[in-house]
C-alpha cells in the first residue's frame, strides 16, 4: 500500500523539509498521511483547474512545487482562490503536499533541471550554505569500525563525490566508574586506561539528531562521551542557484536566442552586455538576491524571474542578467519530480499535470 506518507518519506530523504527557507510552507498543507493513494498529480502550482484535474484523474494527492499556503487562513468561506482550492481539496479528500525552497536548495534540484534545460556543463551551487556540523567521540578501538559504520549508514562523512569520510586518531582514555555505572569496561571506584580512537566526523547540521542517537546505539559504553561544532565550512551540496558553462562561448545575441529555444520563451528582460557568454549563473523563480554571487563568482550572464526594475542596474554591465520569468524559469520542475518518484514507484498512477498555471500572459 501506497500512502501520501510514503511519497513524503522518500521525497524528504531527497530534499530534507529542514532546507527550506524560514519563510516558506513546504510539506503537507491538506489531507491525512496514512491515507492510501489511488494516484498522484504533479503540478508547479495547486490551483482550483489543478484540483479539478485531479479529480478526473482519480489522483488522491496533488504535489505542487509552490504551496498554496504561506500565511496562515482565519476563515474558509471561498473569498479567493486560495480558499476555494483549499475547500475542492477537502471536500474531494484530496492531500496537497508542497516541495519548494528544500527542493530548490540540494545540488540534484530545481537549479540542475533549469541547468540541464540550458546545456550547462561542469554545474555547482552558486551560494552554498553554511550547514555543516563535526562530530567527535572517543570509542574504543575494537569497537571503531562498528561505530563508523552506524554513523556512515546514518548519513554522516559524505563530503562531495566522496563517502564514509572520517578521521581518527589512537590515544588513552581514563574513567572511575561510581557505585551505581554498570561499566562495559573496568570495575567501579578503580581508575581504567582505555585504549580509544578519537574519531571526527562531518554531516549537515538538520540530521544532527540522526547521528546522534546513531552514535548513542553503537557506542558500546553506558554514558558516551562526544560534542558537535558548528563549521564554517561550506556544504556543496546544499544552497542556492547554480553555475555552469556553456559548451561553447557565445556572443550576447546568441545566447539570447539559445534561452528563448531552450525555455519555449515568447520574451527576455535584459542588460545590455558587451561580451561574449561562456560562466551562466542561474535561479529558478525570483533569484535577484543571488546577483552579488553570480558577480563574485564571474558569471557572464545571470538569468533567472521577478527582476525588478531597479534591479537590473546592479548589473553595472558586468554580466548580461536576464529575466526569463519565474514560471519559464522552473516549469521543468513537474518532470523532475515525475523522474524522481518514478524511479522508485513503478506501476502506480503518476501524473504529469496539463494546466499550464502561469498567470502572465504575453501579447506577441
Known amino acids: 500500500m501506497i500512502t501520501v506518507n510514503s511519497i513524503i518519506n522518500y521525497l524528504e530523504q531527497i530534499a530534507p523539509g529542514a532546507l527550506q ?13 496514512m491515507m492510501e493513494l489511488t494516484g498522484v498529480l504533479i503540478c508547479l502550482d495547486c490551483t482550483e483547474p489543478v484540483i479539478d484535474e485531479a479529480i478526473s484523474k482519480k489522483a488522491n494527492m496533488v504535489i505542487a512545487h509552490h504551496p498554496i499556503l504561506f500565511k496562515g487562513l482565519k476563515s474558509l468561506t471561498g473569498k479567493n482562490y486560495i480558499e476555494r482550492t483549499i475547500i475542492k481539496a477537502i471536500k474531494n479528500d484530496i492531500a496537497i503536499y508542497a516541495i519548494h525552497t528544500n527542493l530548490d536548495n540540494i545540488i540534484a534540484g530545481v537549479n540542475k533541471k533549469f541547468a540541464d534545460r540550458l546545456g550547462l556543463l561542469n554545474t555547482k551551487i552558486l551560494k552554498p550554505l553554511k550547514n555543516l556540523q563535526k562530530l567527535v567521540t572517543f570509542v574504543p578501538t575494537e569497537n571503531t569500525n562498528n561505530v563508523l559504520e552506524k554513523l556512515h549508514n546514518a548519513g554522516a562523512g559524505n563530503i562531495g563525490n566522496y ?13 572511575r566508574p561510581n557505585d551505581f555505572a554498570k561499566p562495559v569496561v573496568g570495575e567501579k571506584n578503580i581508575k581504567e586506561l582505555v585504549i580509544e580512537d578519537r574519531i571526527e566526523i562531518v554531516f549537515p547540521k538538520y540530521i544532527a539528531n540522526i547521528i546522534v542517537a546513531a552514535l548513542k546505539d553503537a557506542h558500546p559504553y ?3 562521551a562526544y560534542y558537535l561544532t558548528d563549521l564554517e565550512n561550506k556544504n556543496q551540496e546544499t544552497g542556492a542557484g547554480m553555475i555552469g558553462e556553456l559548451p561553447e562561448e557565445m556572443s550576447a545575441e546568441a545566447f539570447l536566442k539559445h534561452l ?27 533569484g535577484s538576491f543571488l546577483l552579488h554571487d553570480a558577480l563574485q563568482q564571474n558569471a557572464d550572464a545571470f538569468v533567472t524571474g521577478d527582476v525588478k526594475y531597479h534591479d537590473f542596474f546592479d548589473a553595472e554591465s558586468r554580466l548580461m542578467y536576464c529575466d526569463v520569468g519565474h514560471y519559464e524559469s522552473e516549469v521543468g520542475t513537474k518532470e ?23 498567470p502572465i500572459k504575453y501579447y506577441k
Request: glycine content about 8%; aromatic content about 8%; hydrophobic content about 35%.
Open 21 to 33: 527557507e524560514h519563510y516558506d510552507n513546504s510539506g503537507l498543507l491538506t489531507g491525512s498521511p
Open 163 to 175: 563517502s564514509e569520510c572520517s578521521f581518527s586518531v589512537t590515544g588513552t582514555g581514563s574513567f
Open 222 to 224: 553506558e554514558e558516551v
Open 260 to 286: 528563448k529555444t531552450s525555455l519555449d520563451l515568447s520574451c527576455i528582460r535584459h542588460t545590455n552586455y558587451l561580451g561574449n557568454i561562456k560562466n551562466v549563473a542561474i535561479a529558478g523563480g525570483a
Open 336 to 358: 523532475l519530480l515525475y523522474d524522481l518518484l518514478t524511479k522508485k514507484f513503478t506501476n502506480f498512477a503518476l501524473h504529469l499535470s496539463e494546466c499550464i498555471t502561469n
